[in-house]
């Protein structure tokens, strides 16, 4: 039974920073990305960052200068690290997990970035 544990999330003001993370299971194997999501009130789910299990990278315009993806193959984990966080990071985190042909969705951790 595949599970995601997210952690982080949380209020900050603008110019902060947070760190997300998002582990599977060990039962979730043959992983091909990781990464994150996002939803914000009034908008479509957007990428914001991947990491495939050769390393290649998929970045939003607006963060790939901002956000850091890497992961731990080890430990089926993966972390997103946000710098110079923005009003518009206001949204739900979601992680995503994809095998050949599955996707897992973690069930969403609440960034608020807020003067």
């Known amino acids: 039974q595949g599970q995601l544990v997210e952690s982080g999330g949380g209020l900050l003001q603008p110019g902060g920073s947070l760190g997300l993370s998002c582990a599977a299971s060990?039962?979730?194997?043959?992983?091909?990305?990781m990464g994150w999501y996002r939803q914000a009130p009034g908008k479509q789910l957007e990428l914001v960052e991947t990491?495939?299990?050769?390393?290649?990278?998929d970045y939003a315009d607006s963060v790939n200068v901002r956000f850091t993806i890497s992961r731990d193959s080890a430990k089926n984990t993966v972390y997103l690290q946000m710098n110079s966080l923005k009003p518009e990071d206001t949204a739900v985190y979601y992680c995503?997990?994809?095998?050949?042909?599955?996707?897992?969705w973690g069930k969403g951790t609440l960034v608020t970035v807020s003067s």
């Open positions: 995503n997990v994809r095998v050949v042909a599955v996707n897992y």
């Open positions: 060990g039962s979730i194997s043959s992983i091909y990305a």
């Open positions: 990491i495939t299990r050769g390393g290649r990278r």
